[in-house]
Nanobody, 115 residues
Framework: QVQLVESGGGLAQPGGSLRLSCAAS????????MGWYRRAPEKQRELVAT???????NYADSVKGRFTVSKDNAENTVYLQMNSLKSEDTAVYYC?????????WGQGTQVTVSS
């Protein structure tokens, strides 16, 4: 099994930056894709970015050019660098991992963008 723990959320001003981390533990060698999703108030959860075991990345159109997903294999950690933040980026951000046993989710971390 795989366990995920997110960190790094908080308050940022519009135009500012935050970096989220997702530390994976357990059978991490079985993870084939990790992703970041978010759920804004009164909205459905949406994909933000994914990174495969091979390092290929994919982004939602709304964050392309502003967010960067990366992974540190030695630390079993995936990062989401968020730059040029906008108020519409305010949401709870969740990390997930696709494994042979299904999708695993972290507990979520709140990101609030406000002046």
């Amino acid at each position: 099994q795989v366990q995920l723990v997110e960190s790094g959320g908080g308050l940022a001003q519009p135009g500012g930056s935050l970096r989220l981390s997702c530390a994976a533990s357990g059978s991490v060698s079985m993870i084939y894709v990790m992703g970041w999703y978010r759920r804004a108030p009164e909205k459905q959860r949406e994909l933000v970015a994914t990174v495969t075991a091979g390092g290929s990345t994919n982004y939602a159109d709304s964050v392309k050019g502003r967010f960067t997903v990366s992974k540190d294999n030695a630390e079993n950690t995936v990062y989401l660098q968020m730059n040029s933040l906008k108020s519409e980026d305010t949401a709870v951000y969740y990390c997930n991992a696709a494994t042979p046993w299904g999708v695993r989710w972290g507990q979520g971390t709140q990101v609030t963008v406000s002046s």
